[in-house]
């Protein structure tokens, strides 16, 4: 079969897969990267590249970053500071999250703002009683806004600033794309705030944080527990409950309030059987009983991961909504030494995030099990699947097809409607390819169209950056979107009703407000 018909066969089986939801998405990724191997469009090494992508460990080494935010409890202190000065209203949430992770993209990238805010979104959102798909889609679509905000806010911007240099015009300086970032992240957020709750389903997604507050409030009240009674959450020690089950060995064994249990790590707080408290200096241990044991945290995690007791709420749960808990400052040190190198782009995104994963857990901040928890696997295997089909897309000439196509429909037509077109063109291409790649495509045809219009190249420069980051109406549009999908409960049919709106005001600020700041 003739390359060209392979790579675009495939891609539409992809598509379709995607679509139809009935196939795991990292299922359907691998299967691309075997296909374009079986259909010899590209050789093996070629085919599973994407797993080595520095892109793909970039994105994996950020999610043990956000882990050791979590688990130390930076995120629900943050979260508590989100709440303190955005309250609980849903539209003002969705702002000051918007403004807060636009401003991390444009210097770490989106993906990497993303990541590193996602768990406090989450945090945010319980403690708000608001469904996490009502504020997770927001965060990345303005984390795509963001990254128009300076020139470091994705690679995008570097590379057309170089098309541009190297055709004719001039690279762009660093804070130029603010002229285009700023009005795009202020409509951004303008159509956030007024649409996403129409938009968006309410859902949650699998795992949602404890709100902390609440709980601690229940458990005094279950137990009449006073607030003179020692601490029940703290960032080094802690209560959880356990249940007794049967055929346990604590059957049988008599305990009173404020003794140690058997192990002798623990202190048994209180107790309850049924509707009933059990006081007093003789508690004879039965089937069902509910046991408030106090201790550390990791005495906690290690003698209720047995079989003796049935835990209620994971110590290791509890632990993560403790604001600032053990190992906080590491994490928060870590972090800004992984943002420093990221900003002043001494090594290589991959290498920070990477360097940064290894200090984590080097300092025990996260556990080496903790780390490769933390990673969303189908997260990682859905883009590594789905590189080569970018490769593909490129080494078999099927972007020289499109091109030529395109030149052929535009035609002479005036510079607005080449411009126009082009942008259509690569918000298409960007909702089933990288950006990047998709930019890399539509570049060298923007080129030739300025310079046989004889225009400026600038504009169309500018304009496909804009376009590129429009990456909002599928989930595998961008490693954002794939991030939130799971936490969110999003559905692939649920991005393009948001993401419809925002990538329209894309593509009038690509095509009539950017040749108004740089002339034709």
């Keep these: 079969m003739d390359p060209v018909v392979a790579t675009l066969l495939i891609l539409v089986l992809a598509i379709v897969a995607f679509v139809s939801n009935r196939l795991p998405l990292g299922v359907v990724a691998i299967g691309v990267s075997l296909a374009l191997f079986f259909a010899g469009v590209l050789t093996l090494p070629q085919a599973l590249a994407g797993f080595g992508d520095p892109t793909v460990l970039f994105i994996a080494a950020l999610f043990v970053v956000s882990e050791s935010l979590d688990a130390t409890g930076i995120t629900a202190w943050a979260g508590q500071l989100v709440i303190g000065r955005a309250g609980t209203k849903r539209r003002m949430l969705l702002i000051v999250v918007s403004l807060l992770v636009a401003g991390l993209t444009a210097l770490i990238s989106v993906n990497g703002a993303v990541a590193a805010l996602l768990p406090l979104v989450v945090v945010v959102a319980s403690r708000a009683g608001i469904p996490t798909s009502q504020l997770l889609l927001p965060l990345a679509f303005a984390a795509h806004a963001g990254s128009m905000l300076l020139l470091t806010g994705t690679p995008v911007n570097i590379i ?38 129409r938009l968006l389903p309410s859902r949650n997604g699998a795992l949602m944080p404890l709100d902390l507050v609440r709980h601690a409030r229940l458990l005094r009240q279950q137990y009449s527990l006073n607030l003179e009674t020692a601490v029940i959450l703290g960032p080094t020690s802690g209560v959880t409950e356990v249940v007794v089950p049967p055929r346990s060995p604590l059957i049988g064994v008599r305990l009173c309030t404020g003794m140690a249990t058997p192990s002798g790590d623990l202190v048994l707080l209180a107790a309850r059987r049924g509707s009933e408290q059990l006081k007093g200096q003789d508690i004879v241990v039965q089937v069902g009983d509910v046991l408030l044991l106090q201790g550390t945290w990791d005495d906690l995690a290690r003698h209720t991961d047995n ?70 696997w189908t997260t990682v295997v859905l883009v590594a699947g789905m590189i080569p089909l ?27 409607i080449a411009l126009l077109v082009l942008c259509v063109l690569t918000v298409v291409l960007g909702q089933l390819i990288s950006n990047t790649a998709t930019v890399l495509i539509v570049a060298p045809i923007a080129v030739s169209v300025a310079a046989t219009l004889d225009l400026s190249v600038q504009p169309f420069m500018m304009a496909l950056t804009v376009a590129g980051a429009a990456a909002f109406l599928t989930p595998i549009a961008t490693p954002a979107n794939l991030m939130v999908m799971e936490p969110g409960g999003y559905r692939f049919g649920d991005y393009w009703k948001l993401g419809l709106p925002l990538a329209l005001l894309f593509i009038v600020v690509a095509v009539w407000y950017v040749p108004l700041i740089l002339p034709f």
């Design 307 to 376: 079989a003796n007791v049935l835990v209620v709420d994971d110590p290791t749960r509890l632990r993560r909504s403790v604001p600032l808990g053990k190992g906080a400052r590491r994490a928060l040190i870590v972090l800004a030494a992984m943002v420093l190198l990221l900003a002043t782009g001494l090594v290589p995104p991959a290498v920070a995030a990477l360097l940064a994963a290894c200090a984590l857990v080097l300092t025990r901040t996260v556990s080496p099990a903790q780390a490769y928890q933390s990673i969303s």
């Design 390 to 416: 970018s490769t593909a897309f490129i080494q078999t000439g099927t972007a020289d097809l499109v091109a030529g196509w395109l030149l052929t429909f535009i035609g002479g037509a005036g510079p607005h």
């Design 160 to 197: 057309v600033s170089e098309i541009a240099a190297d055709n004719g015009g001039r690279a762009f300086g660093f804070f130029e794309f603010a002229l285009v970032g700023i009005p795009l992240l202020l409509g951004t957020i303008a159509i956030l705030v007024l649409f996403s709750g």
